[in-house]
Nanobody, 127 residues
């Protein structure tokens, strides 16, 4: 059974940090690229970051570049999202997703590129 399990969300004050984890199982981790998405109430799901399995190259949304860092521990089949300098606008449910490699990097933020999704973890940033 394919599973993506996010953890690490919570309530944090503006300017604070959180590290999200995405633990994958049930598929060959090295064959999939992993993306992080978020969805705020009343808004569409948007791409936050993506890491390419072939070479570990990372891509970021303009709103998160410089504040968020994605990384992968292939031995643990886990992808992390380190989020620093959090802002109230970052409040959302965060999801990780796996797409069969290669996810076209030009379209990494498009949800249709991904085959499997986690259940999400809530991140709330207070002002």
């Amino acid at each position: 059974e394919v599973q993506l399990v996010e953890s690490g969300g919570g309530l944090v004050q503006a300017g604070g940090s959180l590290r999200l984890s995405c633990a994958a199982s049930g598929f060959t981790f090295d064959d999939y690229d992993i993306g992080w998405f978020r969805q705020a109430p009343g808004k569409e799901r948007e791409g936050v970051s993506y890491i390419r399995s072939s070479d570990g190259r990372a891509y970021y949304a303009s709103s998160t570049k410089g504040r968020f860092t994605i990384s992968s521990d292939n031995a643990k089949s886990t992808v992390y999202l380190q989020m620093n300098s959090l802002e109230p606008e970052d409040t959302a449910v965060y999801y990780c997703a796996a797409g069969a490699s290669p996810v076209l990097y030009e379209w990494w933020s498009q949800t249709y590129q991904y085959d499997y999704w986690g259940q999400g973890t809530q991140v709330t940033v207070s002002s």
